[in-house]
């Protein structure tokens, strides 16, 4: 291991001082959900949420602790996603009415749900919306779907790009043969879209068109199919990386994701430089509780409304849905996301990283993390 390994190693170790102390006090005994932010908790217009706790679970995974988690917590986790499913039409929902106003958000709380629940070993109570017959028209046929991914306004990459994305839920939910008939579909339309000059897809700042990538390849991923013109992607990162301010954790948490997972061979100073970029905008989001926020300046009210600079287009900008009051203080979004980084970093590196989470549970099988009482 060289010796600027170590240094950068050491450096990100110690950003996640205070991290998994925060992790336990934003769980929820009662309901076995984990608030979004410390200000969650001590107030009562805010619940524990779906996105927040799949995210907890997500650092927990990653951190080799879900396997040890107490039964009884294990227990009231499962019955928090079970309690949200609505009977009829087979969606998970949190308690605020906004949130099934937002596309994005129904979507992923459909897939954050499903994966959480199979990572703790249990499964939905109630049929999903595809065999329920509620799942969106333009599911029916690909002529439907090319029409749905034709009316997405991707002059902001980000909720462009997040929109068709998330679109491509219902694939899980179909047939085989269905499945991939719509899965070779979307790569086709993805390739005629994409900018062949700069890998990358839709309008906006570098960041937001590379966060638009960031979305579009959790479904390359899924398929393991690889994302066209990868030099074309790796050069505008580095030049992205090397010239714009890294104002959302977003930022900091999706170029490294897709670095790793395109597996680019990076010349070592490249690496380097890349690591240091990304540990030091990391540490400029780091806060006084342990954790890190999503934003330079607090942490957002609403994590599913993008942060938009002034002149910056972003179309048919969805209802707010508020998770916390907005303070300089960690939240989970921004949290799961420096947990991620950190193992792709290590990835990018070759090199396992060692535990930073030792004595999590305490020896307490059985035992409930007590959050503060509201």
């Known amino acids: 291991m060289t010796i600027w390994h170590e240094t950068e190693s050491n450096r990100l170790d110690g950003l ?9 006090e934003q769980f929820d005994p009662l309901t076995g959900g984990f608030y979004y932010a410390r200000s969650s908790v001590l107030d009562d217009r805010f619940t524990p949420d779906i996105e927040s706790t799949s995210q907890a679970i997500n650092i927990l995974l990653r951190h080799q602790l879900l396997d040890d988690m107490p039964q009884t917590m294990k227990e009231k986790m ?32 459909l897939h954050y749900s499903l994966n959480s629940l199979k990572r703790l070993g249990a499964s939905p109570l109630y049929s999903l919306p595809v065999k329920n017959q509620v799942a969106p028209n333009y599911t029916k046929s690909l002529s439907l779907y090319r029409e749905k991914w034709d009316s997405i306004d991707l002059r902001n990459s980000w909720r462009g790009c997040d929109l068709l994305a998330s679109s491509t839920v219902y694939f899980s939910q179909m047939d085989e043969t269905t499945l991939w008939s719509y899965v070779d579909a979307f ?11 700069t890998g990358l897809w839709g309008e906006g700042s570098l960041y937001v068109q590379i966060s638009g990538a960031f979305k579009l390849h959790t479904f390359y991923r899924r398929y393991q199919i690889p994302m066209p ?39 070592e100073s490249e690496l380097q430089e890349i690591s240091e970029i990304t540990i030091n905008n990391m540490k400029r989001l780091k806060q006084k509780d342990g954790a890190f926020s ?12 993008a942060q938009v600079k002034q002149g910056e287009y972003y179309p048919n900008m969805p209802q707010a849905v ?53």
């Open 294 to 305: 999503r934003e330079l300046a607090h942490s957002p009210k609403a994590p599913n409304v």
């Open 78 to 109: 499962i019955a928090f996603y079970q309690m949200r499913q609505d009977a009829r039409t087979g969606y998970f929902y949190d308690h605020d009415p906004h949130m099934k106003k937002d596309e994005v958000m129904v979507h992923r709380a």
């Open 229 to 267: 013109n990868q030099d074309r992607i790796y050069r505008t990162i580095l030049h992205c990386l090397r010239t714009e301010e890294a104002i959302d954790m977003c930022y900091i948490r999706n170029p490294i994701d897709l670095l790793s997972y395109m597996e680019p061979d990076i010349p």
């Open 322 to 374: 508020e998770l916390g009051l907005g303070l300089k203080e960690g939240d989970m979004n921004a949290t799961t996301q420096a947990t991620l980084i950190r193992k792709q970093l290590y990835y990018l590196w070759k090199k396992h990283p060692k535990s930073i989470s030792t004595n999590f549970w305490d020896g307490g099988q059985g035992e409930l993390p007590i959050s503060k009482a509201k």
């Open 16 to 24: 996640f001082d205070g991290v998994f102390s925060w992790l336990l």
């Open 187 to 197: 790569a086709e339309y993805l390739a005629e879209k994409q900018n062949p000059d």
